[in-house]
């Protein structure tokens, strides 16, 4: 083979003999080390190996990686890490979870059966609305998938990987089997394997065992995909790759969004629970009626089909349109809806979480000051500069001191890197210039271990009220290790404070204006950050909130029981020092107290919190594991797309409370209608081509224009209570008028068609002039609903009143809808009695006849 390993100055090719020759010469038997030298790329050991064996192999050799050609034939062997991108449902989900439901199973069965009995014409028009439904949700579902996917791919991380003894960006698709790769702060582990080298690092597996606390991880420690690395950096050999990953093994549960109901979708989530209770008595009914009275099979199909469309899926139908007209609008604003409920889940937020770092700050910090304590500054400096370049855990901070005072690396005995739970980090040096344990954190951490004078901690005290994030350099000379007996960091004791620094967070643009809106709106903030409590509150003078704000530690936190813990997360604005586990039980704490919570973080140890949240949102530059939980993302980190979010949110509620004030009046008529004509015992009043002619001029094309043409503003909670004041009386008078007319022409003519015609025509006529009832133009027609001065609805009623006419009008047209055409004068009599009713209806309305003879309170949102 080709490929070329150097094992202490000396170059071999692979091969057995060479490889048990040379491992011999370094005492160790073949046997024993064969795991070791499993790989031929690289000396990297097993679980079976024990931790000698690993560290002497590790000091042999060099990491060199694959060969670009030993990866291209691994690749074609089938050692590829080649498991299908999973972002999203498939498209063979989104089909078969928009065709398969309750309510389209029952109308297929029932259209299969009329297509059986030789009614294929009935067939097409029973199911026909509820398939050119699942077409445009299929449809309208895919696009939001294909965007999804898009975006996803466009922001895919790249990894790096070695090859040919290089480090270069590649795909995690071009792993294979036996890669080295190289996972640094904010990297996702995107497969299996095990540490290499001398890197140390922390990683995040909440995602795949739950728990937040970080794992710190060492050679020979396994490491798993999906995890996340948050401080430190190493190498790790890719064994599991591709369906073999432990990722690419969970089920398809654990994989996908985590699904909170709205409250709209819960509330009519219980109608249409009803309903189905409703339309299965109806159905019994009917059976029982059929039985008895032995009427015909075909007859009695067509009587269920009509009662099989009480079913309103077109209202559930009309959910989804609505959200993904929300989410295509707010894709121009600047924010990507991964959960169709976000934006209207938005609107529902009466209390807004904030991670201070990265969100209402641009995760951009400048050093501000630097204070020497009993040193000079220029040795401090000199010494900050070494420190910044010789951690292998690189962050902002470490970033903004290397820019300002730039020394070269030294070599570093033991590290500990900073995790947002403990607050600090620290490096222990054995050099001549620079020698003992170096300490960088919080005042407030490290002031168990550090004394600190009066004036030192006035300084601290004044920077932090002034919105500086203030950190504390210590020194102790002893060289020793900075972890206890269970290999756990621990803070070393009689340390020696030598320098002050402070840094200077950048706010995001527009955060004043869009955190200002979210307060005039009535909702409530929590700023939630890891830094000083001061220097958050700081931050939240600069965006132009209550300065008398009160603020809490995560430290004064943890001495609380649950009854202080959930009064302080009601009273309090500003949480600092607050560690991952204290966000998520601040979000849960408020949840289990009525409120309905929203998460707006960018980290890794923000996942948790975003998850607890009804709502998480997340910033596009985050970290993978946040945008991968979060119901909305933030292009471009802009907080501009908020409130047009929240607006988006209240046209989406009132234009469903539009649409639920139709579907409620017709199906309320039909079963009043239906259970009334059983009862009477005269003849069906509809049959499935004219009830769903009926259905597709009042119930069909107007919830798709109400819908559109909503407009923002705050309703009242409770939607079903919202519209009962509309619903009772128009659903009660157009009983009385369909039952009038229908059993006067029957009594009058003999002849069911007519009738039926007749009942078919003042039901479209009485349903269409609901519209600007629903939508009042002007304020003679406020009464059920408040004033609007919207048009359209009333304009769309005329359109499809016109349309109505012109299938009357039409012979074929008219016939294949089981229609008559009836006398002039009918259609005459017919619209004026409608006018009657109408006028009488809006008397209903304003003198609230129906909420007092029922005793109920059911006022105008």
């Given at each position: 083979?080709?490929?070329?390993?150097?094992?202490?100055?000396?170059?071999?090719e692979?091969?057995?003999?060479?490889?048990r020759?040379?491992?011999?010469?370094?005492?160790?038997?073949?046997?024993?080390?064969a795991?070791?030298?499993l790989?031929p790329?690289?000396?990297?050991?097993?679980?079976?190996?024990?931790?000698?064996?690993?560290?002497?192999?590790?000091?042999?050799?060099?990491?060199?990686?694959?060969?670009e050609?030993?990866?291209?034939?691994?690749?074609?062997?089938?050692?590829?890490?080649?498991?299908?991108?999973?972002?999203?449902?498939s498209?063979?989900?989104i089909?078969?979870?928009?065709?398969?439901?309750?309510?389209?199973?029952?109308?297929?069965?029932?259209?299969?059966?009329?297509?059986?009995?030789?009614?294929?014409?009935?067939?097409?028009?029973?199911?026909?609305?509820?398939?050119?439904?699942?077409?445009?949700?299929?449809?309208?579902?895919s696009?939001?998938?294909?965007q999804?996917?898009?975006?996803?791919?466009?922001?895919?991380p790249?990894?790096?990987?070695?090859?040919?003894?290089?480090?270069?960006?590649?795909?995690?698709?071009?792993?294979?089997?036996?890669?080295?790769?190289?996972?640094?702060?904010?990297?996702?582990?995107?497969?299996?394997?095990?540490?290499?080298?001398?890197?140390?690092?922390?990683?995040?597996?909440?995602?795949?065992?739950?728990?937040?606390?970080?794992?710190?991880?060492?050679?020979?420690?396994?490491?798993?995909?999906?995890?996340?690395?948050?401080?430190?950096?190493?190498?790790?050999?890719?064994?599991?790759?591709?369906?073999?990953?432990?990722?690419?093994?969970?089920?398809?549960?654990?994989?996908?969004?985590?699904?909170?109901?709205?409250?709209?979708?819960q509330?009519?989530?219980?109608?249409?629970?009803?309903?189905?209770?409703?339309?299965?008595?109806?159905?019994g009914?009917?059976?029982l009626?059929?039985?008895?009275?032995?009427?015909?099979?075909?007859?009695?199909?067509?009587?269920?089909?009509?009662?099989?469309?009480?079913?309103?899926?077109?209202?559930?139908?009309?959910?989804?349109?609505?959200y993904?007209?929300?989410?295509?609008?707010?894709?121009?604003?600047?924010?990507?809806?991964?959960?169709?409920?976000?934006?209207?889940?938005?609107?529902?937020?009466?209390?807004?979480?904030?991670?201070?770092?990265?969100?209402?700050?641009?995760?951009?910090i400048?050093?501000?000051r630097?204070?020497?304590?009993?040193m000079?500054?220029?040795?401090?400096?000199?010494?900050?500069?070494?420190y910044?370049?010789s951690t292998?855990a690189?962050?902002?901070?470490?970033?903004?001191?290397?820019?300002?005072?730039?020394?070269?690396?030294?070599?570093?005995?033991?590290?500990?890197?900073?995790?947002?739970?403990?607050?600090?980090?620290?490096?222990?040096?054995?050099?001549?210039?620079?020698?003992?344990?170096?300490?960088?954190?919080a005042?407030?951490?490290?002031?168990?271990?550090?004394?600190?004078?009066?004036?030192?901690?006035?300084?601290?005290?004044?920077?932090?009220?002034?919105?500086?994030?203030?950190?504390?350099?210590?020194?102790?000379?002893?060289?020793?290790?900075?972890?206890?007996?269970?290999?756990m960091?621990?803070?070393?004791?009689?340390?020696?404070?030598?320098?002050?620094?402070?840094?200077r967070?950048?706010?995001?643009?527009?955060?004043?204006?869009?955190?200002?809106?979210?307060?005039?709106?009535?909702?409530?903030?929590?700023?939630?950050?890891?830094?000083?409590?001061?220097?958050?509150?700081?931050?939240?003078?600069?965006?132009?909130?209550?300065?008398?704000?009160?603020?809490?530690?995560?430290?004064?936190l943890a001495?609380?029981?649950?009854?202080?813990?959930?009064?302080?997360?009601?009273?309090?604005?500003?949480?600092?020092?607050?560690?991952?586990?204290?966000?998520?039980?601040?979000?849960?704490?408020?949840?289990?107290?009525?409120?309905?919570?929203?998460?707006?973080?960018?980290?890794?140890n923000?996942v948790?919190?975003?998850?607890?949240?009804?709502?998480?949102?997340?910033?596009?530059?985050?970290?993978?594991?946040?945008r991968?939980?979060?119901?909305?993302v933030?292009?471009?980190d802009?907080?501009?797309?908020?409130?047009?979010?929240?607006e988006?949110?209240?046209?989406?509620?009132?234009?469903?409370?539009?649409?639920?004030?139709?579907?409620?009046?017709r199906?309320?008529?039909?079963?009043l209608?239906?259970?009334?004509?059983?009862?009477?015992?005269?003849?069906?009043p509809?049959?499935?081509?004219?009830?769903?002619?009926?259905?597709?001029?009042?119930?069909?094309?107007?919830?798709?224009?109400?819908?559109?043409?909503?407009?923002?503003?705050?309703?009242?909670?409770?939607?079903?209570?919202?519209?009962?004041?509309?619903?009772?009386?128009?659903?009660?008078?157009?009983?009385?008028?369909?039952?009038t007319?229908?059993?006067?022409?029957?009594l009058?003519?003999?002849?069911?068609a007519?009738?039926q015609?007749?009942?078919?025509?003042?039901?479209?006529?009485?349903?269409?002039?609901?519209?600007?009832?629903?939508?009042?133009?002007?304020?003679?027609?406020?009464g059920?609903?408040?004033?609007?001065?919207?048009?359209?609805?009333?304009?769309?009623?005329?359109?499809?009143?016109?349309?109505?006419?012109?299938?009357?009008?039409?012979?074929?047209?008219?016939?294949?809808?089981?229609?008559?055409?009836?006398?002039?004068?009918?259609?005459?009599?017919l619209?004026?009695?409608v006018?009657?009713?109408?006028?009488?209806?809006?008397?209903?309305?304003?003198?609230r006849?129906?909420d007092?003879?029922?005793?109920?309170?059911?006022?105008?949102?």
């Amino acid at each position: 083979m080709d490929i070329t390993y150097r094992l202490e100055g000396f170059e071999f090719e692979w091969d057995e003999t060479k490889a048990r020759s040379n491992v011999e010469k370094h005492g160790v038997m073949f046997e024993e080390a064969a795991e070791v030298f499993l790989d031929p790329f690289y000396i990297v050991g097993d679980a079976s190996a024990n931790r000698e064996e690993r560290e002497f192999a590790l000091e042999m050799s060099e990491i060199l990686g694959l060969s670009e050609q030993e990866a291209k034939s691994r690749r074609t062997r089938g050692l590829g890490n080649n498991a299908p991108i999973k972002t999203s449902r498939s498209y063979a989900e989104i089909f078969r979870q928009n065709v398969f439901t309750f309510t389209n199973s029952v109308l297929i069965g029932i259209g299969a059966i009329l297509v059986l009995l030789g009614r294929p014409g009935d067939a097409i028009v029973s199911v026909g609305v509820m398939m050119l439904n699942v077409v445009i949700g299929v449809i309208q579902e895919s696009r939001s998938k294909y965007q999804l996917d898009k975006i996803t791919l466009l922001t895919r991380p790249t990894v790096t990987v070695v090859r040919d003894g290089s480090k270069r960006s590649v795909d995690p698709s071009e792993i294979v089997r036996g890669d080295v790769l190289l996972a640094s702060a904010g990297d996702q582990v995107v497969v299996d394997g095990v540490i290499i080298g001398d890197g140390q690092m922390e990683v995040d597996e909440s995602l795949l065992t739950g728990e937040s606390d970080l794992t710190p991880k060492q050679t020979g420690d396994r490491v798993y995909s999906g995890s996340f690395c948050v401080t430190g950096s190493a190498f790790y050999e890719a064994q599991k790759v591709g369906k073999d990953s432990f990722a690419n093994q969970l089920t398809a549960s654990a994989r996908t969004f985590r699904q909170i109901l709205t409250p709209l979708q819960q509330e009519i989530n219980l109608v249409i629970r009803l309903l189905i209770g409703l339309v299965s008595y109806f159905l019994g009914l009917l059976a029982l009626i059929a039985s008895l009275k032995n009427i015909p099979i075909v007859e009695s199909v067509q009587m269920a089909a009509v009662v099989a469309g009480l079913i309103p899926i077109g209202l559930i139908f009309m959910i989804t349109v609505a959200y993904a007209l929300g989410a295509l609008r707010m894709v121009k604003m600047g924010a990507l809806v991964q959960q169709m409920n976000a934006i209207e889940s938005l609107s529902n937020v009466d209390v807004l979480c904030l991670d201070k770092t990265g969100t209402i700050t641009a995760n951009r910090i400048t050093l501000e000051r630097v204070h020497p304590i009993d040193m000079p500054m220029v040795e401090l400096t000199r010494l900050l500069g070494i420190y910044a370049a010789s951690t292998t855990a690189g962050n902002r901070t470490s970033e903004a001191i290397a820019h300002a005072y730039p020394e070269s690396a030294h070599p570093v005995w033991e590290e500990i890197m900073f995790s947002s739970d403990r607050k600090w980090s620290a490096l222990t040096f054995d050099q001549p210039d620079v020698q003992g344990m170096y300490l960088l954190g919080a005042p407030e951490i490290l002031q168990s271990v550090v004394l600190l004078n009066p004036e030192l901690q006035t300084q601290i005290d004044q920077w932090t009220a002034s919105g500086l994030r203030v950190l504390l350099f210590a020194h102790q000379p002893e060289v020793r290790s900075l972890h206890d007996s269970d290999r756990m960091p621990q803070l070393p004791s009689q340390l020696t404070p030598i320098g002050m620094i402070s840094f200077r967070d950048e706010l995001r643009p527009r955060a004043r204006e869009i955190l200002h809106g979210f307060v005039n709106a009535g909702i409530q903030l929590k700023i939630i950050s890891g830094d000083h409590p001061g220097t958050v509150a700081a931050i939240a003078k600069q965006v132009g909130l209550d300065p008398d704000l009160r603020t809490v530690s995560g430290i004064e936190l943890a001495a609380m029981d649950d009854l202080q813990f959930t009064q302080i997360a009601e009273e309090v604005t500003i949480f600092g020092r607050i560690t991952p586990q204290d966000k998520a039980r601040l979000v849960e704490v408020l949840r289990s107290q009525g409120h309905y919570v929203a998460m707006i973080g960018d980290g890794v140890n923000d996942v948790m919190s975003l998850k607890a949240a009804q709502l998480g949102i997340a910033m596009q530059s985050g970290s993978a594991a946040t945008r991968g939980v979060a119901d909305m993302v933030l292009l471009n980190d802009s907080f501009a797309a908020l409130l047009p979010a929240v607006e988006e949110g209240q046209r989406i509620i009132n234009g469903m409370k539009n649409v639920l004030r139709l579907f409620l009046v017709r199906i309320l008529h039909m079963s009043l209608l239906i259970n009334s004509a059983a009862a009477a015992g005269v003849d069906f009043p509809f049959v499935p081509k004219n009830s769903s002619l009926l259905l597709f001029l009042t119930v069909g094309i107007p919830p798709f224009a109400l819908a559109a043409w909503a407009r923002p503003g705050r309703s009242s909670p409770g939607l079903v209570r919202s519209v009962l004041h509309f619903v009772l009386p128009a659903a009660l008078m157009m009983f009385l008028l369909t039952t009038t007319v229908y059993i006067g022409y029957l009594l009058q003519t003999g002849e069911q068609a007519i009738a039926q015609s007749a009942l078919v025509t003042v039901a479209i006529m009485a349903g269409l002039l609901l519209l600007p009832f629903v939508e009042p133009p002007t304020k003679f027609w406020v009464g059920g609903a408040p004033f609007s001065g919207d048009w359209k609805p009333t304009l769309l009623a005329i359109g499809l009143l016109a349309i109505y006419a012109i299938i009357l009008a039409i012979p074929p047209v008219r016939t294949f809808f089981d229609l008559v055409l009836l006398d002039k004068q009918d259609y005459v009599l017919l619209a004026g009695i409608v006018v009657i009713w109408g006028l009488i209806l809006r008397l209903i309305w304003r003198n609230r006849w129906v909420d007092r003879f029922l005793d109920i309170d059911l006022r105008l949102p």
